[in-house]
């Protein structure tokens, strides 16, 4: 099943095929919209002429941050995300050999160890890890022993609390009641 988390057919096909575009997506996926954070990565590929994990890992900072902030920007806050982005390049560069699919694959790992593994990148911390092991399971078929319980409630079936629920318009609208309804709940306790 082909991904659709933005709407563009483009950055889909994008978060589709390479697993460091999904990584990215899910690092840039803190308050902005969904579908922005998932579409940051293919404006960078458009402005890198493709997305290399090594080539972005390596680029200069100033420049990778300038290329980040040009309109339309990658993020609301593209200074700092690009370094994050820029972070987590180097980290699957140095730990990983520039391959994603390492971070799930290397040494069959259960999904603790792949938890584990992506609350070590930077920028994920303990849900953003726990949303993306569930995005993997239910979407790429990325499903190591344990990976539902770990997930937590991202990685229940048929929930509608995260991007790893999105498979089109409609189930975009009903994460974000689903959002909006917890959000309305935590305010209405305190």
């Given at each position: 099943?082909?991904?659709?988390?933005?709407?563009?057919?483009?950055?889909?096909?994008?978060?589709?095929?390479?697993?460091f575009?999904?990584l990215?997506?899910?690092?840039?996926?803190?308050?902005v919209?969904?579908?922005?954070?998932?579409?940051?990565?293919?404006?960078?590929?458009?402005?890198?002429?493709?997305?290399?994990?090594?080539?972005?890992?390596?680029?200069?900072?100033?420049?990778?941050?300038?290329?980040?902030?040009?309109?339309?920007?990658?993020?609301?806050?593209?200074?700092?995300?690009?370094?994050?982005?820029?972070?987590?390049?180097?980290?699957?560069?140095?730990?990983?050999?520039?391959?994603?699919?390492?971070?799930?694959?290397?040494?069959?790992?259960?999904?603790?160890?792949?938890?584990?593994?992506?609350?070590?990148?930077?920028?994920?911390?303990d849900?953003?890890?726990?949303?993306?092991?569930?995005?993997?399971?239910?979407?790429?078929?990325?499903?190591p022993?344990?990976?539902?319980?770990?997930?937590?409630?991202?990685?229940?079936?048929?929930?509608?609390?995260?991007?790893?629920?999105?498979?089109?318009?409609?189930?975009?609208?009903?994460?974000?009641?689903?959002?909006?309804?917890?959000?309305?709940?935590?305010?209405?306790?305190?």
């Amino acid at each position: 099943m082909a991904l659709w988390m933005t709407g563009d057919e483009a950055a889909d096909r994008l978060l589709d095929e390479d697993a460091f575009a999904l990584l990215v997506g899910m690092l840039l996926d803190q308050q902005v919209a969904m579908e922005t954070a998932f579409a940051g990565p293919a404006k960078i590929a458009d402005r890198m002429d493709g997305l290399d994990v090594r080539r972005v890992a390596d680029a200069d900072p100033e420049q990778f941050a300038a290329l980040c902030a040009t309109p339309p920007a990658v993020h609301r806050f593209p200074g700092s995300m690009a370094a994050r982005v820029q972070a987590v390049a180097r980290a699957v560069v140095d730990d990983y050999d520039g391959d994603v699919t390492r971070l799930w694959r290397d040494g069959d790992p259960d999904a603790a160890t792949v938890l584990r593994r992506l609350k070590a990148l930077p920028g994920f911390g303990d849900q953003k890890a726990r949303i993306f092991l569930a995005l993997l399971g239910k979407q790429r078929g990325v499903q190591p022993a344990g990976w539902r319980e770990v997930a937590g409630p991202y990685g229940e079936e048929g929930a509608r609390r995260s991007i790893a629920d999105v498979t089109d318009a409609d189930s975009l609208m009903e994460v974000r009641a689903t959002k909006r309804a917890a959000k309305a709940a935590a305010r209405s306790a305190s």
